[in-house]
């Protein structure tokens, strides 16, 4: 049974058009994260929920926003997407948020910018 | 900075034989790292985690060594199956009893041929 989903699988966006990405999970976990991975790149974690508390990576651009209405559910917004933006975006959620916690991914979203 | 670093982006090995894979951090003392397996357009799948008071780790035909002197993680694949050949992340994660972010290095592929 998925425990972490990621809808769609793909995404085809067009430059500058906004896309918006969702994560939901099974397992009822307090933690979600937000990752950019790009083509043989480490994934890049962009920000993460702890709870409703949000927490944003110091060097996450602008352009990135998130959601997370309910314990269930977290979404990503780019708001302009760029040419630069196209990557896979993987949720990822953790019990806890220290450092031994193990994160289960989703299988991710890959955006496609034209 | 924190930098992590992992073995040549690619390691090709006869199936029965041993894989070791590296991963090698400066500027960090991690109290927590761990190892993810990533196949090809799927998010990360944890394996194992190892603690900086831990020497090794196993389960069942994977070893997971933690050299906190040289600053180094060595993760081998026993009795190497084709089924094995994936992407290995290692990941890093920061002690205590608030927010661990985990970084991960950029991977390594593994490929195992019949």
């Known amino acids: 049974d998925a425990m972490v989903i990621q809808n769609p699988r793909y995404q085809v966006t067009q430059f500058g058009k906004p896309v918006t990405l969702s994560c939901s999970q099974t397992l009822n976990h307090n933690v979600m994260y937000w990752y950019q991975q790009k083509s043989s790149q480490a994934p890049k974690l962009l920000f993460h929920?702890?709870?409703?508390?949000?927490?944003n990576e110091a060097d996450t651009p602008d352009n990135f926003q998130s959601r997370r209405p309910n314990t269930s559910f977290c979404f990503l917004d780019i708001r302009s997407p760029g040419l630069g933006d196209a990557a896979m975006y993987l949720c990822?959620?953790?019990?806890?948020?220290?450092?031994?916690?193990?994160?289960?991914f989703g299988p991710g979203t890959r955006l496609l910018v034209l | 900075s924190q930098k992590i670093e992992q073995n040549s982006e690619a390691l090709n090995i006869q199936e029965g034989k041993t894989a070791t894979l590296t991963c090698n951090y400066t500027n960090y003392s991690p109290a927590y790292l761990q190892w993810y397996r990533q196949d090809p357009g799927r998010g990360p799948v944890f394996l194992l985690l190892i603690r900086e008071n831990e020497k090794e780790k196993r389960k069942e035909r994977l070893k997971v060594t933690f050299d906190t002197t040289l600053k180094q993680s060595l993760f081998h694949i026993t009795a190497s199956q084709p089924a094995d050949s994936a992407t290995y992340l290692c990941?890093?994660?920061?002690?205590?009893?608030?927010?661990?972010?985990?970084?991960f290095g950029q991977g390594t592929i593994l490929t195992v041929h019949p």
């Open positions: 990822a959620t953790s019990r806890g948020q220290q450092g031994q916690e193990t994160q289960y």
């Open positions: 929920y702890y709870d409703k508390d949000f927490n």
């Open positions: 990941a890093l994660a920061a002690g205590g009893t608030s927010y661990g972010k985990l970084t």
